[in-house]
């Protein structure tokens, strides 16, 4: 609300909790940043700048030279869906990708997702998606809160499943002191795919936490928590979109850079 941040800035002065000289350099910041941004040049086009397989992928989709692309519109969405698809990487499989519907059935299988603030992060495509595909199965979310008595039931619910899929989310944050998610999430993943031989990781996460993920579970990295990696993620688990990625980096000691299963 611009009238209310005018408003309360105005408060501010009058009341003396913002001096008239720290409001001027703010207003001088603002200024230098639009000088700056009008010196900017444009791109001839959408592609200019775009590394030679970025720019080769746009233009297949006939979408590199299309009318500007806002977040959220039909085209943005279309590219990212698309480039989320490509980067979806299978890293180990103990043949259960890619998965068959039927298997994942609500009376054999089981899903879980391991968040570490389940407020923060909106896994409504990741839902929507499954539950398109296998009606009934629904995702049992745990995070830093969920007490080990509440966890003790999901175990028992990984323990009664013939295969179970697990969700790792990373939330993206400044000043954590480390990347990946928490010890406690590892924790708990460790747990579910010791209850559930049978298990899938899908790790909406950087590559830092893939060697944390047991040996014994098959392996699909999707790099972040975006819609457009959720559904990328549904699409390649069940067959519906290959899985092309290459790890960007090295996972030492699990993976070296350029990896990928096939």
Known sequence: DVGAAIDASHAAVISGRLSEERRDRSLARIEAFHE??????????PAEGLRDDVARMLGELRLADAAPRTEGSRSHSEVALEIARRGVTLLRDRGLVPCAPTAYGPSRAAAFA??????????????????ALIPGLSIAVADEKTTDEAFSRLEDAARRAECIMVAVFDEVAAWRGRPGPSERIVSMLARLSAACPRTVVLA???????????????????????????????????????????????APPAFESGYRLR
């Open 204 to 250: 909406f996460t950087g590559p830092s936490f893939l060697p944390s993920v047991p040996e014994s579970c098959s392996l699909v990295c999707c790099y972040d928590g975006s819609p457009a990696s959720q559904n990328a993620a549904v699409d390649a688990l069940f067959g519906d979109a290959p899985m092309e990625g290459r790890l960007p980096v090295a």
């Open 36 to 45: 700056w941004a009008g010196q900017c040049e444009e791109p001839d086009g």
């Open 114 to 131: 391991l968040v570490e603030n389940a407020e923060r992060v909106n896994m409504l495509w990741l839902r929507s998606e499954i539950d």
